[in-house]
């Protein structure tokens, strides 16, 4: 089953889009399975406790708000969440 991300924003939001862009690249480097989706909607943000945007979730577990995560974060985080979904691991990007 393909990973999930959502990347959190409003519809003039160009770094949620500069966001979403370079998680794209991300994972077709990495050789992940994820399907990314952008969020602009205010109350699914809402629904899942987003204050401030851009933010990006990965299986509905939000690993950034109010900012973008550098490339090298983002990889951490993808990362730790494959290592979380076989049981060897735990999400943060404060590692």
Do not use: F, N
């Not at 409003?10 to 994820?34: C, H, K, P």
């Not at 399907?35 to 509905?60: C, F, L, N, Y």
């Not at 577990?61 to 109010?66: K, Q, R």
């Amino acid at each position: 089953m393909p990973m999930r991300i959502v990347v959190y924003g409003t519809t003039s939001d160009a770094t949620a889009y500069a966001a979403m862009a370079q998680i794209r690249s991300l994972i077709r480097e990495m050789g992940v399975d994820a399907g990314v989706q952008i969020v602009t909607d205010e109350k699914q943000r809402e629904m899942q406790g987003i204050e401030s945007t851009p933010a990006v979730a990965i299986e509905g577990m939000t690993v950034s708000a109010g900012w973008v995560p550098s490339r090298t974060e983002l990889r951490r985080a993808i990362q730790q969440h494959i290592e979380m979904a076989s049981g060897k691991s735990s999400l943060s990007l404060d590692d």
